[in-house]
């Protein structure tokens, strides 16, 4: 592996030029596109060098070591011991950020939570799945801002549409697109029975301006009165704003900000992330090897999760994960999950690499 650890410490040195270089800050997406490889390369080259250091601390201790004796002889071999473990651990890494990158790795991610079948427990559900994620982001550092929200009768979301921005955001929550099934007794099930009921999520990387060119000759902006709670103001004026897509049939709807402006900024914001996700899904689909590295395809239609209450379980179906702390979970902490899932895609594709 340390054979490509020259080729990318001389690619990275170029790219760090290429950054400083006035024709390149002047191409804002060239420019972002140089930030993103020069940020993957950083990560390679530190873990390639600390290992190539390593390789030489344990070369030297070995050599010291057949003409030691003694205390030095027992220093050596503790040396000798750590540098081994510090080897075994450095070769796994350098090896995971050898894998081709995600093309997504550094995005930030914007999600959106429906009510499916079940009704207004659906509602209520899609309402705890929002409330688990904004704890999860809490405990990760993350922002969160809610873009877009429909309240329903009894306090739930019929969709709500969030942005996360921080550190690993995508390489996190990209696993949790799908339809995510619960299984409990419903505060309107008057027999204790119990009901099966599901939200959708949708999970896309949020697109700079300069990712996907817009003609701004195939979209309409529609204006109408905002619905649902916020008060008198969003009721009595026009500041909710609906974009149509026609090339692609894309609708986008914004009503939780006052000013008409802010809307529209968070509409485009959607629509360009939702037209870069169509472009990567036709990638993929052309390239059918690289769809087989996915976990599952995110699919609205495809079940990926259960929550059942009787039991405190949760079940990841597409990984065959089965834990006993739904409390847990729902209380935020996804680590368990989201830990297993990461493993899993981590453990294929070095599989496919070997």
Do not use: C
């Not at 204006?223 to 103001?233: K, L, N």
């Not at 037209?275 to 495809?302: I, P, V, W, Y």
């Not at 739904?326 to 935020?332: P, R, S």
């Amino acid at each position: 592996m340390l054979e490509r650890l020259d080729s990318l410490l001389s690619e990275h040195s170029e790219v760090e030029a290429r950054l400083a270089d006035p024709t390149v800050v002047s191409d804002q997406k060239r420019f972002i596109e140089m930030g993103r490889r020069y940020s993957e390369l950083s990560k390679v080259v530190e873990v390639g060098v600390a290992l190539r250091g390593r390789q030489e601390d344990l070369e030297v201790a070995q050599e010291m070591f057949n003409d030691s004796e003694g205390d030095d002889r027992e220093e050596l071999r503790t040396e000798i011991n750590e540098a081994t473990a510090d080897i075994e651990r450095l070769e796994a890494e350098f090896r995971l950020l050898l894998l081709p990158p995600d093309p997504n790795a550094g995005r930030n991610v914007i999600m959106e939570i429906r009510g499916a079948e079940g009704g207004e427990e659906a509602n209520l559900f899609a309402r705890d799945l929002f409330e688990m994620y904004q704890t999860y982001a809490s405990t990760k550092g993350w922002k969160l801002e809610v873009m877009n929200s429909q309240s329903s009768d009894m306090g739930g979301f019929s969709d709500i549409t969030f942005r996360l921005a921080g550190e690993e955001v995508w390489p996190r929550m990209k696993f949790e697109a799908g339809v995510h099934r619960v299984q409990r007794v419903p505060v309107t099930e008057s027999q204790g029975r119990v009901h099966t009921s599901s939200a959708t999520l949708t999970v896309l990387p949020e697109a700079d301006e300069v990712d996907v060119d817009i003609d701004q000759g195939d979209i309409q902006i529609d204006t109408f009165r905002a619905s649902g709670a916020g008060g008198q103001h969003v009721n009595k004026t026009e500041s909710a704003i609906r974009i149509t897509h026609h090339p692609t049939g894309l609708v986008v709807s914004m009503q939780d900000e006052k000013s008409q402006l802010q809307n529209r900024l968070r509409a485009m914001a959607v629509l360009r992330s939702r037209l870069l996700q169509l472009e990567q899904d036709k990638a993929a689909a052309e390239a059918s090897a690289q769809r087989k590295d996915q976990t599952g395809t995110g699919g609205r239609s495809e079940k990926i999760r259960t929550y059942n209450f009787k039991e405190n379980r949760v079940t990841d179906h597409r990984i065959g994960l089965t834990i006993h702390q739904l409390d847990k979970v729902l209380a935020g902490d996804l680590s368990a999950v989201s830990d297993a899932l990461v493993l899993d895609e981590r453990t294929r594709q070095l599989a496919d690499a070997e």
